[in-house]
T-cell receptor, first 118, second 109 residues
Framework: GAGVSQSPRYKVAKRGQDVALRCDPI?????LFWYQQALGQGPEFLTY????????KSGLPSDRFFAERPEGSVSTLKIQRTQQEDSAVYLC????????????????FGPGTRLTVL | GQNIDQPTEMTATEGAIVQINCTYQ??????LFWYQQHAGEAPTFLSY????GLEEKGRFSSFLSRSKGYSYLLLKELQMKDSASYLC??????????FGPGTRLSVLP
């Protein structure tokens, strides 16, 4: 597609519910990132995929958070037993180059999913 | 640890020049990026610096001093549409982009 897309754009969940957030990266982009952005703050790194391999999940705040990218394109971020502190915008970004080709290749962000946990 | 500091808010007048500063302390450095983010929208790429000096791109310029851990974004001929948050991000030696808290710029008529 022309850009990174995410769905749903808005999600309201009751505390304790499970949610699944979807990211469609730019076609052909090898790298995919998930970020969490609290209101008025910068994005905070959650996890990184190179193709289907999850190479870094150091930013996931707890074992309730799980991400996958089984075929190396679409990715899903799942949050189990949601808590109020999970309320944030979840941003997905993709990047063309893999790790070894670092440089000016920037990330392209999707519009985000705003999650509100009541 | 990783630490990036930016002013929280700035205000400027339409047509003026504004400089947004960013200081960083990170475990590695492989480039510094500036992004613009309008409320409720995705961050969009503005500029990239990996060597010391000034990079100019139209009305926007970005400066880097690696020895000082310092960068700034300069916006000239401000327009109302420039009202947004400006995010400074450092790429470490891995794939991580460490973002600052963002500077919310308000451009007044």
């Amino acid at each position: 597609g022309a850009g990174v897309s995410q769905s749903p754009r808005y999600k309201v969940a009751k505390r304790g519910q499970d949610v699944a957030l979807r990211c469609d990266p730019i076609s052909g982009h090898v790298s995919l990132f998930w970020y969490q952005q609290a209101l008025g703050q910068g994005p905070e790194f959650l996890t990184y995929f190179q193709n289907e391999a999850q190479l870094d999940k150091s930013g996931l705040p707890s074992d309730r958070f799980f991400a996958e990218r089984p075929e190396g394109s679409v990715s899903t971020l799942k949050i189990q037993r949601t808590q109020q502190e999970d309320s944030a915008v979840y941003l997905c970004a993709s990047r063309q180059a893999p790790r070894r080709l670092a440089g000016t290749d920037t990330q392209y962000f999707g519009p985000g999913t705003r999650l509100t946990v009541l | 640890g990783q630490n990036i500091d930016q002013p929280t808010e700035m205000t400027a007048t339409e047509g003026a020049i504004v400089q947004i500063n960013c200081t960083y302390q990170t475990s590695g450095f492989n480039g510094l990026f500036w992004y613009q983010q309008h409320a409720g929208e995705a961050p969009t790429f503005l500029s990239y610096n990996v060597l010391d000096g000034l990079e100019e791109k139209g009305r926007f310029s970005s400066f880097l001093s690696r020895s000082k851990g310092y960068s700034y974004l300069l916006l000239k001929e401000l327009q109302m549409k420039d009202s947004a948050s400006y995010l400074c991000a450092v790429k470490d030696y891995g794939q991580n982009f460490v973002f600052g808290p963002g500077t919310r710029l308000s451009v007044l008529p």
